[in-house]
């Protein structure tokens, strides 16, 4: 069974940054596309950005310009750089993974992270 572990969240003041990390265990074979998602208080879970193995990366309109998501294939793990943080980026981020692992190509999530940005 893949883990995705998630680190980085917290609270930040507009105009600020975060880096956020998601990590996949051992478990993880191979790893296609990677993605972070996130998920506002009354709002469905949406698609910030995503990256697959060959580095090709697309990300929702709203944070084109502001967050750069990147991963290092060596340590299976996914990260996330916003900047100019406005107060409509606050919700739990989630990390995605497409993954291999002994029984199969499955989707993974991890348990999320919470983003609040101060006004």
């Known amino acids: 069974q893949v883990q995705l572990v998630e680190s ?7 105009g600020g940054s975060l880096r ?3 990590a996949a265990s051992e478990d993880a074979i191979s790893i296609s596309t990677m993605g972070w ?3 506002a208080p009354g709002k469905e879970r949406e698609l910030v950005a995503r990256v697959s193995s060959s580095g090709m ?3 929702t309109e709203s944070v084109k310009g502001r967050f750069t ?4 294939n060596s340590k299976n793990t996914l990260y996330l750089q916003m900047s100019s943080l406005k107060p409509e980026d606050t919700a739990v981020y989630y990390c995605n993974a497409r993954c291999l692992s002994t029984g199969g190509w499955f989707d993974y999530w991890g348990q ?5 940005v101060s006004s």
């Open 8 to 14: 980085g969240g917290g609270l930040v003041q507009t």
């Open 20 to 22: 956020l990390s998601c």
């Open 37 to 39: 998602y996130r998920q």
């Open 57 to 59: 990366t697309n990300y």
């Open 69 to 72: 998501i990147s991963r290092d």
């Open 112 to 116: 999320g992270t919470q983003v609040t």
